[in-house]
């Protein structure tokens, strides 16, 4: 089982930049694929990056390609969201989660259904 515990939320002016972590505790962070999806208020809970197991493959929303870096230490069990240029449709609850499916190739999974270990969330916000 994995634990997952997001942290480096908070509120933003639009353009600025934020950096979410995610810290896995328990089995299986550094063997699997990892994802962020975010969560606005009366909205479903959707994509928006994911990261294979060794960093190799990653894959983004259309909304936050360019914008968005996400990234993984496996020695320090921790993935990050590198948010640049935020803008007020940012604003959602972001979660990490697990994939624990073994895919081949580089192929790193958008669906949420596919994950299985999910954090609390963070709360970002981007006002004025």
């Known amino acids: 089982q994995v634990q997952l515990v997001e942290s480096g939320g908070g509120l933003v002016h639009p353009g600025g930049s934020l950096t979410l972590s995610c810290a896995a505790s328990?089995?299986?962070?550094?063997?699997?694929?990892m994802g962020w999806f975010c969560q606005a208020p009366g909205k479903e809970r959707v994509f928006v990056a994911a990261?294979?197991?060794?960093?190799?493959?990653?894959n983004y929303a259309d909304t936050v390609k360019d914008r968005f870096t996400i990234s993984r230490d496996n020695a320090k069990n921790t993935m990050y969201l590198q948010m640049n240029n935020l803008k007020p449709e940012d604003t959602a609850v972001y979660y990490c989660?697990?994939?624990?499916?073994?895919?081949?190739?580089?192929?790193?999974?958008?669906?949420?259904?596919?994950?299985?270990?999910w954090g609390q969330g963070t709360q970002v916000t981007v006002s004025s």
């Open positions: 328990g089995h299986g962070f550094s063997s699997n694929g």
């Open positions: 989660a697990v994939d624990l499916h073994y895919w081949s190739g580089s192929y790193v999974s958008s669906n949420k259904e596919d994950y299985t270990y």
């Open positions: 990261i294979g197991w060794d960093g190799g493959s990653t």
